[in-house]
């Protein structure tokens, strides 16, 4: 290496050195601009009222724990949480099932019908949701399936599924057909072909499948809100909307930072025990692009 | 081997593959037309009929297209559809910019692995949580009486900037799109990192050694590499926002909408809903307007992002 180019490289680097200082300013300030609101949440929710209105950075004095107490009592988050619990489960169990199968079928069945019903499902998921929530919620009612956590999940699971299919059927396509044709010769029938060798060959993606799944439904608002008119049915998301609203009319905001807390933290909790595979599948979805 | 190939993809379906596809396929295709199509196609039909949602469906309601004139003038409906496309280009500028500022700035600039993976973890934070906890919190931030949205301006000399009665009440898109632009920025800046970690590090390598800068690398090799991607998240931003916006209005703002704030969804719900008289028919007309501008613009950023190909293709 010549003297020229060892110098030329120095140069180089020392850009480097102040492009990388210059953009880690921005990379701080969008971590502050992520994390501070969350971070001045939890603060908050340990705060009296009267300490929340005379300076909202401040610190809490003395953590008034008892805003956790009131808020699970009174705003019953026990049964929102159940509530919440059982409509992940039965989404959830549905929703492998078939779109584990479906992205089998679309990624490796060749024929028209095939081609035809992924080109249907492709644009059906276009469509905005929002424009079957009404109509959806007048069929319901009229078969008195409102108020139906089991219906709701059903919903979840149906309307999601060509996401995830073509999430999948992209990992799917990646497998060798020379593994399936050899099941094939062996006298394989297709139910041992997926469960023998699709399904343990795309765990890592029916993992990420099952985390995407399990935060959508845990997070989902829109169609539970107007689904779920009785409280006791109340998911998770509904009820801390219910519970801020009624907050405005008894002003202790101690209370409804706490119950704000209390649906943030085990979503951050599992999060930050599945980052690893969270954004693993996530790079690993853009076989969704293919 | 692409002979191969084509016999297995040629293979006539035997009995085997028939019977997996109606145990497996066909039950959640029926489902869909009836949770996805019918709705659909149910909106349709109503939107022809003056309907409360309550009564019974009679041919006396029929009113033809009369719904449909009555959604295209009405002045509310227009803001809607212009206030979706403001929040949905606002949003595309700043995911946009700001993913591929940080996508390429955490894999080429050589930031330390455990550094780089803090902005990743942190970043990616609002993605798992629901719109509901963000939209609350966001109104706590910016709260004109105890939010820290405006000490800081303050404190940073910006008080001007600071909206007399209330950033939602002034500024509602503007808050709409910072918010869930807020929201996007991790996921798509993941994918952009997963795509630029696939360009073949000899392709750096040989470009070091022809003597092409930083810079020229960026030009030449990243940025055409993720182009793919970047529409991929272009398209992806646009057919999400029709239904977000609307969640996140919903979440936000509530029955406190105007003209100002109100976008396609929330119109179609609050005329189903929210008003004292609800009106369903005149409500779906709405959405199957809004059907079809979605249909329509989908089609067309197909078109001029990807020519032939479809997104997922």
């Known amino acids: ?290 | 081997m692409s002979r191969k190939k084509n016999k297995w993809l040629r293979q006539p379906p035997d009995r085997s593959k028939i019977i997996f596809f109606l145990c497996f396929c066909l039950p959640p295709l029926l489902l869909y037309l009836l949770f996805g199509v019918y709705p659909i196609l149910n909106s349709v039909y109503v939107s022809l009929f003056e309907w409360s949602g309550f009564d019974k469906l009679t041919s006396d309601a029929f009113v033809g297209l009369g719904n449909y004139f009555e959604v295209i003038t009405e002045e509310e409906f227009l803001c809607a559809i212009r206030n979706d496309f403001i929040i949905i280009l606002g949003k595309e500028i700043i995911i946009i910019a700001l993913t591929v500022l940080f996508a390429v700035s955490l894999t080429r600039l050589k930031f330390r692995k455990g550094e780089a993976s803090l902005y990743r973890f942190v970043f990616f934070i609002p993605n798992v949580l629901s719109v509901v906890i963000i939209s609350i919190i966001w109104t706590f931030v910016i709260d004109p009486n105890f939010g820290i949205l405006n000490p800081v301006l303050r404190a940073v000399g910006l008080a001007d900037l600071i909206p007399a009665s209330g950033w939602t009440y002034e500024h509602p898109l503007g808050v709409i799109t910072f918010v869930a632009s807020w929201c996007g920025v991790g996921m798509f800046m993941l994918i952009m990192i997963a795509a630029i970690n696939g360009i073949n590090a000899e392709m750096y390598e040989s470009a070091t050694i022809d003597g092409a800068n930083e810079w020229k690398q960026l030009r030449y090799i990243t940025l055409p590499a993720i182009r793919e991607q970047s529409k991929f998240i272009v398209v992806t931003i646009l057919y999400q926002s029709f239904s977000s916006n609307f969640t996140m209005v919903q979440a936000m703002l509530g029955s406190s909408v105007n003209s100002d704030s109100v976008v396609m969804g929330m119109f179609v719900y609050q005329n189903s809903f929210d008003s004292q008289w609800p009106r369903v028919g005149y409500s779906y007309s709405a959405a199957v307007i809004m059907l079809v501008i979605t249909a329509a613009v989908s089609l067309i950023v197909n078109r001029i992002m990807s020519g032939r190909r479809s997104v997922y293709d």
């Open chain 1, 1 to 290: 290496m010549t003297d020229g180019k060892r110098k030329n490289k120095l140069k180089e680097s020392a850009g480097a050195v102040v492009c990388r200082q210059i953009i880690r300013i921005f990379l701080i300030f969008w971590s502050v601009l992520v994390a501070f609101p969350i971070v001045w949440v939890l603060y908050t929710s340990l705060k009296t009222n009267k300490e929340f209105f005379a300076s909202p950075w401040s610190l809490p004095g003395v953590p008034q724990w008892k805003n956790y107490a009131e808020a699970w009592n009174m705003a019953k988050f026990g049964s929102y949480f159940l509530n919440s619990i059982v409509t992940v489960v039965i989404t959830l169990a549905i929703t492998l099932i078939i779109v584990a199968a479906n992205a089998y079928v679309i990624a490796k069945y060749k024929n028209r019908f095939i081609a035809g019903l992924e080109k249907f499902y492709m644009v059906a998921m276009m469509v905005p949701a929002v424009l079957m929530i009404v109509p959806l919620y007048y069929f319901a009612d009229s078969l008195r399936m409102t108020d139906s956590l089991v219906w709701l999940s059903l919903i979840y699971a149906i309307q999601g599924m060509p996401f995830y299919v073509f999430m999948m059927a992209g990992f799917v396509r990646g497998i060798h057909n020379a593994l399936l044709e050899a099941a094939t010769i062996d006298g394989a029938t297709q139910f041992q072909i997926f469960f023998r060798i699709i399904l343990p060959l795309s765990k890592p993606t029916l993992f990420m499948v099952m985390l995407l799944n399990i935060m959508g439904t845990w997070n989902e608002y829109i169609t539970a809100l107007t689904f779920i008119r009785d409280e006791s049915k109340y998911t998770i998301a509904i009820g801390l909307s219910y519970l801020t609203n009624s907050g405005v009319y008894d002003v202790n905001y101690g209370r409804t930072f706490a119950g704000l807390a209390i649906a943030l933290i085990p979503i951050l909790i599992v999060y930050g025990i599945f980052q690893k595979q969270i954004q693993q599948g996530m790079s690993s979805s853009d076989g969704v692009k293919g």
